[in-house]
């Protein structure tokens, strides 16, 4: 009932203000969190665009909207990239490789290696095989024939 209330009481405000000349461009807004760095860089921002500008006011919300509608259409592979790069979590690779290794039975030879080396389990080194034959002669027994 609260719900209906609240559509009818909005509805109500807007057909008043239509009919009031008042025509209110309503635009649904959703609210993130952005960490303190990127809250300064934003309000440097908005003081550098509101600087001068005496014909209208420009807030947090309206740039960082711009911003963020602008870098969406440009936003390239390179950038992508870069944007997985710094928030890559190891903890959350080694679950994902856990699971495909689960699921498959097979774990790749580098991980496997990697494992290893971490438990101290290093794989035995070969010892290179001495060829018998050398550029000057062949090292073997000569019998001689009666």
Known sequence: MKGMEMETEMELETENNNALGNEEKVEEV???????E???A????????NDSFEVGKI???????????KA??????????????????????????YKKVQVTGVVP????????SQVGLEAPTKKPVKSKLTKEYIN????EIA
């Open 42 to 49: 934003l309000s440097e921002v908005v003081k550098r665009v």
């Open 72 to 97: 969406c259409v440009e936003l390239s592979d390179a950038y992508i990239k870069a944007i997985r790069y710094d928030n890559f979590d190891p903890a959350a690779a080694l679950a994902v490789l």
């Open 59 to 69: 807030n947090r919300q309206t740039v960082a909207s711009w911003l963020l509608n």
């Open 30 to 36: 959703i609210k993130i969190t952005i960490t303190k």
């Open 109 to 116: 030879k580098e991980l496997k290696e990697l494992l290893l």
């Open 38 to 40: 990127a809250e300064k």
């Open 140 to 143: 073997d027994e000569l019998k």
